[in-house]
């Protein structure tokens, strides 16, 4: 039986009976699980839409990060939604076999200018915190 689907990953296609992520390369009609489509992870950033489901990220958002991320400082790989990060963490073969964690983001950042005449906003993520992580072995 196939694992429970966000509401908001409805409309995404299945392989394998997963959600195909909205970044996922699809190479020959075919979802590349763990490589990422540039262009789409692109827009992703750019638009702070969800890696999985493609739809925009709120105020809370979760970011994968693994080991020689946070050495680096930064996360290659767009932020998740709540409705859309649980899913991942417990069923995303890319995931599951490996170490990683995930952190939460609060960010008031807006990320696209404010229109003329308008009122200034404040700037920067607010808070970031690592929610938990997962050490299961190799598949
Ligand atoms: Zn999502």
Request: aromatic share 6%; hydrophobic share 35%.
């Amino acid at each position: 039986m196939s694992p429970a689907i966000p509401v908001r990953c409805l409309a995404r296609p299945l392989a394998g009976g997963l959600v195909v992520p909205w970044v996922s390369l699809i190479h020959n009609g075919h979802a590349v699980f763990g490589s990422l489509d540039a262009d789409r992870a692109r827009r992703a950033f750019l638009k702070r839409l969800c890696q999985i489901c493609g739809q925009p990220l709120q105020e809370r958002f979760f970011v994968i990060v693994r080991p020689a991320d946070q050495r680096q400082g930064y996360s290659p790989e767009p932020g998740l939604d709540p409705e859309c990060q649980p899913y991942a963490a417990a069923h995303c073969p890319m995931l599951i076999p490996r170490e990683f964690a995930i952190s939460e983001v609060l960010s008031t950042r807006n990320p696209w200018p404010d229109p003329p005449n308008s009122h200034p906003r404040s700037s920067g993520s607010a808070a970031r915190r690592a929610t938990g992580s997962c050490h299961e072995e190799g598949v």
